[in-house]
């Protein structure tokens, strides 16, 4: 019989993967920022409890991924180069304990998401419902949307998209079809993080049946369609930009080349199953810079516009 060792706290964290949580974080300041740019509101209780419910919701699907790939055994001591990066294969712990901490991360994010319904009323609920859909047909089913060429899409909008959307109705009760528009930017950034572990993952996805958009593409195309992508956001930057924060568009140039400085070594670099941890950081960080560009942007002309 085999002998699982006990659940630490450093294996939790290992699960929820804080490296991810920028994902969540931008998105929601991204939504609160444009509720107080648009219509000059901003609770600061909402924006915590819907920071908390998004967070939480990250941690619960990472962890409910890292479930999934053990037990189908996407993830092993022989594919799994970083201990940091598969806490079920390097610490031992029984997967219930992995599925049942997963579930306590959705409840804990139900829990805050309680406070926003107390002061907003039911129709976050949709947004929520919405939300809590795609996380669980993200990982779980027959076949999870994680495993379908579609993953990079769901994880894009509702991350990038979706959670500004309800993030500025939160604040401002006024669903608001433009706010998918100005959350293009993360949109495509979020669903880059998860086009960059797909692509570094292909040799051991196909094998256990994951027919992800870079499976089928294969390295040399998703490689390419990657660096279009990242390519194209200092495009949809700076025209979003120009059309809806001007003032903050003197920020741009030296924006600009910082985001540049930050995606050249992604550029040059091989997206490779050796590579895949480097990369991984830098695809984070790439979702980093871009979304504190657009932030600096939106927020830098309304400075201006109020202050100037």
Same mark, same amino acid.
């Given at each position: 019989m085999q002998q699982y060792k006990k659940l630490t706290p450093k294996a939790v964290l290992e699960l929820a993967a804080p490296h991810t949580w920028p994902a969540a974080v931008f998105?929601?300041?991204?939504?609160?920022?444009?509720?107080l740019v648009m219509?000059?509101?901003f609770h600061l209780g909402l924006f915590y409890s819907t920071l908390g419910v998004c967070v939480l919701l990250q941690c619960g699907v990472n962890?409910?991924?890292?479930?999934?790939?053990?037990?189908?055994?996407?993830?092993?001591?022989?594919?799994?180069?970083?201990?940091t990066d598969a806490a079920l294969v390097y610490h031992g712990f029984h997967p219930k304990k992995a599925l049942a901490t997963g579930l306590v991360f959705l409840l804990l994010a139900f829990c805050c998401?309680?406070?926003?319904?107390c002061l907003c009323g039911w129709q976050p609920l949709i947004y929520g419902a919405l939300g809590g859909a795609v996380v669980l047909l993200y990982s779980f089913g027959k076949t999870p949307l994680s495993e379908l060429p579609v993953g990079e899409? @769901?994880?894009?909008? #509702?991350?990038?998209?979706?959670?500004?959307?309800?993030?500025?109705?939160v604040q401002t009760g006024v669903h608001d079809p433009l706010i998918l528009l100005l959350a293009l930017p993360?949109?495509?950034s979020v669903g880059l993080i998860m086009m960059m572990n797909n692509t570094s993952d292909i040799?051991?996805?196909l094998p256990v049946g994951r027919i992800t958009l870079p499976g089928i593409l294969g390295r040399h195309k998703a490689s390419l369609l990657l660096k279009v992508l990242l390519a194209g956001e200092f495009v949809i930057l700076l025209l979003l930009g120009m059309e809806y924060s001007p003032r903050g568009m003197t920020l741009y140039p030296a924006l600009a080349l910082w985001m540049f400085l930050t995606v050249w070594p992604v550029w040059k670099g091989a997206l490779t199953p050796e590579n895949r941890?480097?990369?991984?950081?830098?695809?984070?960080?790439?979702? @980093?810079?871009?979304? #504190?560009c657009w932030l600096l942007v939106i927020g830098g002309g309304y400075l201006m516009e109020n202050l100037l």
């Amino acid at each position: 019989m085999q002998q699982y060792k006990k659940l630490t706290p450093k294996a939790v964290l290992e699960l929820a993967a804080p490296h991810t949580w920028p994902a969540a974080v931008f998105p929601v300041l991204l939504g609160s920022l444009l509720a107080l740019v648009m219509t000059g509101k901003f609770h600061l209780g909402l924006f915590y409890s819907t920071l908390g419910v998004c967070v939480l919701l990250q941690c619960g699907v990472n962890t409910l991924n890292d479930y999934v790939d053990f037990i189908k055994g996407t993830d092993t001591v022989e594919n799994s180069h970083d201990p940091t990066d598969a806490a079920l294969v390097y610490h031992g712990f029984h997967p219930k304990k992995a599925l049942a901490t997963g579930l306590v991360f959705l409840l804990l994010a139900f829990c805050c998401g309680i406070y926003t319904l107390c002061l907003c009323g039911w129709q976050p609920l949709i947004y929520g419902a919405l939300g809590g859909a795609v996380v669980l047909l993200y990982s779980f089913g027959k076949t999870p949307l994680s495993e379908l060429p579609v993953g990079e899409v @769901s994880s894009g909008v #509702v991350m990038g998209g979706l959670i500004p959307m309800s993030c500025y109705y939160v604040q401002t009760g006024v669903h608001d079809p433009l706010i998918l528009l100005l959350a293009l930017p993360m949109i495509i950034s979020v669903g880059l993080i998860m086009m960059m572990n797909n692509t570094s993952d292909i040799e051991r996805d196909l094998p256990v049946g994951r027919i992800t958009l870079p499976g089928i593409l294969g390295r040399h195309k998703a490689s390419l369609l990657l660096k279009v992508l990242l390519a194209g956001e200092f495009v949809i930057l700076l025209l979003l930009g120009m059309e809806y924060s001007p003032r903050g568009m003197t920020l741009y140039p030296a924006l600009a080349l910082w985001m540049f400085l930050t995606v050249w070594p992604v550029w040059k670099g091989a997206l490779t199953p050796e590579n895949r941890i480097r990369n991984m950081i830098r695809i984070v960080q790439i979702h @980093s810079c871009v979304s #504190v560009c657009w932030l600096l942007v939106i927020g830098g002309g309304y400075l201006m516009e109020n202050l100037l």
